[in-house]
């Protein structure tokens, strides 16, 4: 299965944190918005994540991993796609098209 990776920004009462979301390449659940709500109540997996407080109480945070209420989400919306992978995280190999020959000559 095929992956698109999406760097997001979220925004919490608290929070507002960058990250990459992964999302389903095609089909049901690839647009961000239907993924959101399709995880209602469930957790975001993000990677390679920032973290800032709205307050400025405290640094940002660099994180590998955060796992973000969807309920807590205020506002979220894309910053960039940065393609597609494989299930292994690798980009997938590009499709080799063959090309037509022309009929032998009589």
Known sequence: ???RRERIRIETTRHEIEGILQLPNE???SRTTDFLNAHEGEFLALTDVEIRWLDGSRE???RGYLAV???H???AFELETLGVVDETGAAPRPVSLATSQPPPAH
Request: zero cysteines; charged letters at 20%; proline letters at 7%.
């Open 1 to 3: 299965m095929h992956f």
């Open 27 to 29: 089909g049901f659940r």
């Open 60 to 62: 940002p945070e660099q």
């Open 69 to 71: 209420s969807s309920r």
């Open 73 to 75: 989400i205020v506002l």
